[in-house]
């Protein structure tokens, strides 16, 4: 089992949802997220006065699956969060040692 997350640009959140469904995946956790890599903000101009952002709204996708379809979900996102432009985002995929569903006790893949 995986997990992936991914670190997207928020306007990007409808088509990497959209990608997503067409793989097969059926749930995902998402947070509004703030945060720099490279881009390490930019400036603005507010009522004549010149301010730092640094902090950029990011959204950050969550999605537990099994094994098979991390590659193809991985592809989805990479398909449908490209802009080209900096600050596309990150993916990081990481081992599921354990996957526990509250309600009926399933784990593993049952689980997710």
Known sequence: MKLI???IK??????????LAE??????TV???KGFGRQRGHTELYRGAEYVVDFLPKVKVE??????LAERAIEAIVES???GKVGDGKIFVTDLTQVLRIRTGETGDQAI
């Open 63 to 68: 999605v537990a699956l099994s094994e098979d």
């Open 31 to 33: 947070t509004e997220v």
């Open 10 to 19: 928020p306007f990007r959140l409808d088509d990497v949802r959209n990608a």
């Open 23 to 28: 793989v097969g995946v059926q749930g995902m």
């Open 81 to 83: 969060a490209r802009t």
């Open 5 to 7: 997350t991914a670190v």
